[in-house]
Nanobody
């Protein structure tokens, strides 16, 4: 079974940068498109971005592009989310997710289903 475990969250001040990590285990990591999502208390889950099998292609939600960066290290079965210039509105639980669809991420990718989810890591941004 695929297992995803996020780490790296915490309480930080506005304006700082933070990198979250996600460890993948159970199956062949290189065959999974990976994504990052977040959900604030009382709000709907938001898609942040996705990364292709080899890490060569990334796509982001409009609000995240330019400030959030997704990367992966297949040798370590890890996917990462680097956030810069954090703002109070970034406060949320952040989740990584894996898609087992037998197709890599492309520019026309839309509505991709993510089958596996981590339990999340909390990021709180406040002065």
């Amino acid at each position: 079974q695929v297992e995803l475990v996020e780490s790296g969250g915490g309480l930080v001040q506005p304006g700082v940068s933070l990198t979250l990590s996600c460890k993948f285990s159970g199956r062949t990591f290189t065959e999974y498109v990976m994504g990052w999502f977040r959900q604030a208390t009382g709000k709907e889950r938001e898609w942040l971005g996705s990364i292709s099998w080899s890490g060569g292609t990334t796509y982001y939600a409009d609000f995240a592009e330019g400030r959030f960066t997704i990367s992966r290290d297949n040798a370590k079965n890890g996917v990462y989310l680097r956030m810069r210039d954090l703002k109070p509105e970034d406060t949320a639980t952040y989740y990584c997710a894996a898609s087992s669809l037998p197709a890599d991420l492309t520019r026309t990718d839309s509505g991709r289903k993510f089958s596996y989810w981590g339990r999340g890591t909390q990021v709180s941004v406040s002065s």
